[in-house]
Structure formats: C-alpha cells, structure tokens
C-alpha cells in the first residue's frame, strides 16, 4: 500500500487553527489598516516578549531582515561577513545586498551548523560580523562563539531562519547575539500565510534605526533620515502570525516527537540528526543521510514521500558566488554534507502512521541496498532528556 506523505502541508495548518486565523483576517479586513498599524505593533510585542528581548522590528521577509539588521550595524562596500556556505542562500544574498562579501567557514560534521574552531583562522581587518546559522533548528555553540566575538570585537547577527523557539543553555534563538533575523515564510516553525520576517534586539539605538530602515529611513513622514528600503510586515500577515504564535511551543514538541520517533527507527541504517546536549533543537526539517541519496530520494518519491535536499549546492561553489573564487574542496565538510542529506517529512501535523510509513520505506530501501547504508560511529541516537520545548 502506497501512502501519500507530502514533504509540507500548509492546508492542516489553516484547518488547525481556522476559527483564530479567519478572526484575525476579518478584524483586518474590517479595521481598513494594513501597513504599520495596531496588528503589527501587537505582534511585536509578543514574539519579543516571547523570545525575551526588548524590541522586535517586523519586516518583509528573512532575507531582508538579515539585510536590515547588517545595514543597521553599517555593514557595506568593502566589509567582510563570516557565514557558513551551507544554509539557504538568501543568508548570503542579504550580505551581497549591502555591498559587503561573504568569507565561509566550514560546518560541524555532527550539527551542520557553523564549526566555530573555524571562525578564527578566517577573521581579517575587513571583518565587520559574525552570521550564525542555526541550521535545521539546532543551534551553533553560541558560548564559543559570543566569547570569540567578545575577543574580537565583533557583532553577532543569528540566522534564526529555521530555528523559532530553538533555546541554547535555556536561552531563545535570537537573544544572545547583538541582532537575531526570523523569516516568517509559510513551512516555518512560525509561518505567515505569505512572506514575511523580523529583527529582533536589545540595543535601543538600533531598533530605532531598524525602525526608519524598514519605512525608507524615514524619522518621521517625508523626513528622510538614512537611505532606507520598503520591508514592512503587513497587518494581514501580523494578525494571522499572532494567532499562530501560542501554538508554536505546542508544535515544536510534536516536531521533535516525530524527529524522536524517526530516529529511534533508523539510526541503525543512515545518520540521523545528532542533538548538542546544550541546545534544543526544534527540527524545521529532519536530514538525514545515506550513502545513496539520490536513489533514496527516487525511491521514496515512488513510495508517495515527498523529499527535498537542503541544500544540494552550498553556497560557495554557486554559480552567483563564483566570483569569490572558491573551489571544490575549500569546505571539504560542507561539501560531503551536501552529497549524502536527505530531509524527510517533517511537519507537526504529520501522524504517527505517515512517520511510521516513512521509516519503513528508508529501512526498506537501505535494507535491499546495504551499500547505501551509512551509519559511521557518529550516528548515535542522543536525545538530551525532556529538555523544555518553547
Ligand atoms: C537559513 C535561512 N536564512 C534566510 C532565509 C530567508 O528567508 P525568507 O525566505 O523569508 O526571505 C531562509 C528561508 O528560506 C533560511 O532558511
């Protein structure tokens, strides 16, 4: 019996939450107040007070509100920004945006997030800022890396993208660095029904600035005070993100159920995900890897799975970046993740059927074919126990 398990699925997500959502797009409708109003002020509140900052600055989406929190801090022509190449590649577009280039380290083989015994070696007089990507959901080590930062003077703007409600040693994703960039894109942990994102901070000046930014550096209504772009989250997608935010803790248990349940079922055939124990990892998506990725992929999709690769290319060796000159084997890590990762269905609607149908299809597959069985001796199954989910 085939099963259908679609990689995402926005449409139980509204069902879910119907009555909150339609309230919230009504009362929208009925104000006849869409850009900058009592919506958005709302929201802001309450993700800052739910990541436990003191300001948030709505804005268009998360590649803008990574350009936003870079332009803030006055990053541009002849800047440097430490990143890694694997992550989406909007992280790095929004560098490009400020005129400034990207220099990549290499990820954590275990983690596939940032390895920050490598940032050092690749700070120079140019480097103005530190891109944390916390990858998947999980976070990077971020004590190693506020105390280099500290060292060197540097700020440090989180990639929050993938990892709403992620905590590291008990504290939000978004709150250690000097800035943290949500993206609100619909699969999310915390999605809008559209585009949409957020800069969260603790510094005043900043906010204020990221406040002008996002409105045509306006300091009040035609008084243009910096050169300023349109990135504002409309009072559609505020209301609508507001409704949805009391179920993110809700959600992201159940994500890391499934992600549990997954595990436990395959650990013994591919690597599965690897948890820091200072971290809890909230699983925006559940890679896994195999030796035969792509005839996994073929084979799951013949089974009604739906797959994605996240991210076939990383970001130095595409072709927009080929200027920079990096070569195959610069990022010997990154460049293995990127052969082997598989991100199976993952999603808090998913059933324990769907998941249940999904490892038996991966056992199956490396079962018919030992040789795309991967499990080198990292591949442990560590859960840290009942960490608290936000
Ligand atoms: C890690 C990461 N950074 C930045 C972005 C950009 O966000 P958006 O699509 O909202 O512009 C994404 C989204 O794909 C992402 O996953």
Redesign the pocket.
Known sequence: MVLNVPFGDMKVRYESLKKEIDGAVQRVLNSGYFILGPELEAFEKSFAEYLGVNHVVGCA??????YLALAAMGVGPGDEVLVVAH??V??IS?ISMTGAEPAFVDIDPLTYVMDVSKVEEKITAKTKVIIP???YGQMVNMDELMELAAKHKLPVME?V??ATGATYKGKMAGSIGEFG?F???PS?NLGAFG???AVSTNLKEAYQKLVMLRNYGQSKRYYHDSIGINSRLDEMQAAILAAQLPSVPAWNKRRREIADRYSSGLADLVIVPQEDSNSVHVY?LYVIQSNDRDGLQKYLAEKGVGTLI?YPVPAHLQKAYAYRGYKVGDLPVTELATKRILSLPMFPELTDEQVDYVIQEVRNFHLKNPGAQLVEGASKHVFPAANPVH
Do not use: M, W
């Open positions: 989406s998360g590649t803008e509100a990574i992550t989406a909007p992280t929004a990507v916390h990858l990639d993208a993938q960039a993206s609100f894109y999310k585009d949409g994102g925006h996240h």
